[in-house]
């Protein structure tokens, strides 16, 4: 049987990284995209070979139908799609300003709607069954006021993992991951330690992202679901 495609969003560093090696591993071609993180890509489809491509897109140019079309002609198709490109700041409520509210909902709605949107016609006409993860948050069952943009934006995206997962069945299943404390940034560590102790099942690790993955990815008859993946840490 052919090889399924995944593109996987903000893939060249962290928790996305993890996720295209195992991947890969599992016998997936995977199209890792990035924006800055240039020698991370390089580095990774050198590791990956050829079973993994590469392709730059910043999503504030605002021409997904193009760098869709870019991804399509990598493999030559794509069957899968995992959301997890993001930006990740604290602000005071004075700092919020219009631009700052369109970049996140840009990044982390209005792209990834897009991008389904295109799965789905491209399936469509392959008259094939593909899958879309979409990366959000377990906070967002306990929003905090210094995230605000972060927060709505990504509450965006689960609400859009519903409605999708509706009107674009059965071509395309569409799930949600929402990720606990898995893997601080540098701003994160302190706050990240002070937790560990709060939370029964202690931090989580990428294993854990990567698990949940593979069972929304193998779950066929599951769509519109969320998982959350955070130990027990909000309810
Ligand atoms: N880490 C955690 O513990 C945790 C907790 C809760 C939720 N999550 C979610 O899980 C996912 C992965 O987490 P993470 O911490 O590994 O992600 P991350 O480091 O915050 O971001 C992933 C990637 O997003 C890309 N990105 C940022 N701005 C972009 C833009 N303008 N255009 C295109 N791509 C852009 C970046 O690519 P470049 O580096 O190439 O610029 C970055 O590598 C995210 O959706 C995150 O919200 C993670």
């Known amino acids: 049987m052919d090889k399924k495609v ?8 962290r928790l996305a990284k993890e996720l295209a090696k195992s991947l890969v591993s599992d016998n997936y071609l995977v199209i890792v995209h990035y924006n ?9 489809k050198e590791e990956l070979g050829r079973s993994c491509e590469i392709i730059q897109y910043n999503f504030l140019d605002n021409e997904s139908k193009v760098f ?3 991804v399509l002609s990598k493999f030559g198709r794509l069957d899968i799609i995992i959301n997890a490109a993001s930006i990740f700041s ?29 799965l ?35 509450s965006s995206l689960s609400f859009q993992t519903k409605l999708l997962a509706k009107e674009l069945a059965p ?12 893997m601080p940034n540098n701003k994160d560590k302190d706050y990240f330690a002070k937790m560990e102790d709060k939370i029964k ?21 599951i769509t519109g679901e969320k998982i959350k993946v955070d130990g027990g840490l909000y309810f």
């Open 171 to 182: 071509y395309v299943r569409v799930n949600e991951l929402a990720p606990g404390l898995i």
């Open 120 to 154: 789905y016609e491209h399936l469509v006409i392959r008259n094939e069954r593909g899958s879309v993860i979409n990366f959000t948050d377990a906070g967002l069952n306990r929003p905090s006021l210094n995230r605000i943009p972060y927060f709505l934006s990504k």
């Open 201 to 221: 099942l202690g931090l989580g690790s990428y294993d854990d992202i990567i698990f949940s993955v593979n069972y929304l990815l193998n779950a066929k008859y």
């Open 68 to 70: 869709f079309e870019k």
């Open 6 to 13: 995944i593109l996987i969003t903000g893939g060249a560093t």
């Open 36 to 44: 800055q993180s240039e020698n991370d890509a390089n580095l990774l």
């Open 90 to 118: 604290k602000q005071s409520l004075g700092e919020i300003d219009e631009k700052m509210i369109e970049n996140y909902n840009i990044i982390h709605s209005n792209v990834p709607l897009l991008l389904t949107i295109y």
